[in-house]
């Protein structure tokens, strides 16, 4: 949180949980980052002072409430307030992709990471891992294949959350724009509890990505991708 937003009003236990953050994906996108020796870029503050991933014309860009949760630093924001954090927050996130993304080299592609809870309104959620698209799924199709073909694992296909606009802000304004292949993957956060499981995830899909950006890209000199998390 910025020092100068104090806890938005919230208990030190509500900042730890999933509405303020996607727990254990920044530390998949740095691992995952790292196998695939491409950059990571990570938007450093909680979703709650404004989400990295979403228009900011939508309400959940600057939640007042998050899962039955009342935001009160968020309650009755002013344009001017909710300016100041997307100027200070959100438009440097968006800004340090696009400076990645538009540089010359080989053809990029974009891989959003995110986690989810294991229940939703008392619902269990069966996924594992989701694989999220829209229309483009020449990451996806691959992806869902191998992750499905492993067959230890409940893969949900735009499950638990839908990749279909307006979901899904980064890929819309970063990929979709340049007609770059792009996928976001969610892992369930209990899956993600310790390192070790940080790292096996990170293998995991490190595994089942490089044969596919290795095809997509095997007329340039070397595969590109960069792994971006948006939701902590």
Same mark, same amino acid.
């Given at each position: %949180?910025?020092?100068?937003?104090?806890?938005?009003? !919230?208990?030190?236990?509500?900042?730890?949980?999933?509405?303020?953050?996607?727990?254990?994906?920044? #530390? !998949?996108?740095?691992?995952?980052?790292?196998?695939?020796?491409? &950059?990571?870029?990570?938007?450093?503050?909680?979703?709650?002072?404004? @989400?990295?991933?979403?228009?900011?014309?939508?309400?959940?860009?600057?939640?007042?409430?998050?899962?039955?949760?009342?935001?009160?630093?968020?309650?009755? =924001?002013?344009?001017?307030?909710?300016?100041?954090?997307?100027? #200070?927050?959100?438009?440097?996130?968006?800004?340090?992709?696009?400076?990645? =993304?538009?540089?010359?080299?080989? !053809?990029?592609?974009?891989?959003?990471?995110?986690?989810?809870?294991?229940?939703?309104?008392?619902?269990?959620?069966?996924?594992?891992?989701?694989?999220?698209?829209?229309?483009?799924?020449?990451?996806?199709? &691959?992806? =869902?294949?191998?992750?499905?073909?492993?067959?230890?694992?409940?893969?949900?296909?735009?499950?638990?959350?839908?990749?279909?606009?307006?979901?899904?802000?980064? %890929?819309?304004?970063?990929?979709?724009?340049?007609?770059?292949?792009?996928?976001?993957?969610?892992?369930?956060?209990?899956?993600?509890?310790?390192?070790?499981?940080?790292? $096996?995830?990170?293998?995991?899909? #490190?595994?089942?990505?490089?044969?596919?950006?290795?095809?997509?890209?095997?007329? $340039?000199?070397? &595969?590109?991708?960069?792994?971006? @998390?948006?939701?902590?």
């Amino acid at each position: %949180m910025p020092v100068a937003l104090g806890n938005l009003g !919230l208990t030190a236990s509500h900042l730890a949980g999933h509405i303020a953050l996607d727990i254990g994906a920044a #530390a !998949l996108t740095r691992s995952l980052a790292s196998l695939l020796q491409v &950059p990571a870029v990570l938007s450093g503050y909680s979703r709650l002072v404004v @989400d990295c991933n979403r228009h900011l014309e939508d309400p959940s860009a600057f939640p007042a409430v998050s899962d039955g949760v009342s935001i009160p630093g968020n309650s009755n =924001l002013t344009a001017e307030a909710r300016s100041a954090r997307a100027d #200070a927050l959100y438009w440097p996130y968006h800004g340090a992709i696009a400076r990645i =993304l538009d540089n010359p080299g080989p !053809l990029p592609a974009l891989v959003a990471v995110h986690s989810f809870t294991p229940r939703l309104d008392g619902v269990a959620r069966p996924w594992h891992v989701g694989v999220l698209w829209d229309e483009d799924d020449r990451l996806a199709a &691959p992806l =869902l294949r191998s992750l499905r073909a492993d067959g230890r694992w409940c893969v949900g296909d735009n499950e638990p959350y839908s990749g279909r606009y307006p979901a899904g802000y980064t %890929m819309d304004a970063h990929a979709e724009r340049r007609g770059l292949p792009h996928v976001s993957i969610e892992v369930r956060q209990d899956l993600l509890a310790t390192q070790d499981d940080v790292h $096996s995830w990170a293998a995991l899909l #490190a595994t089942a990505l490089r044969p596919i950006l290795a095809a997509r890209f095997s007329a $340039s000199a070397r &595969p590109g991708s960069q792994a971006v @998390d948006d939701g902590s």
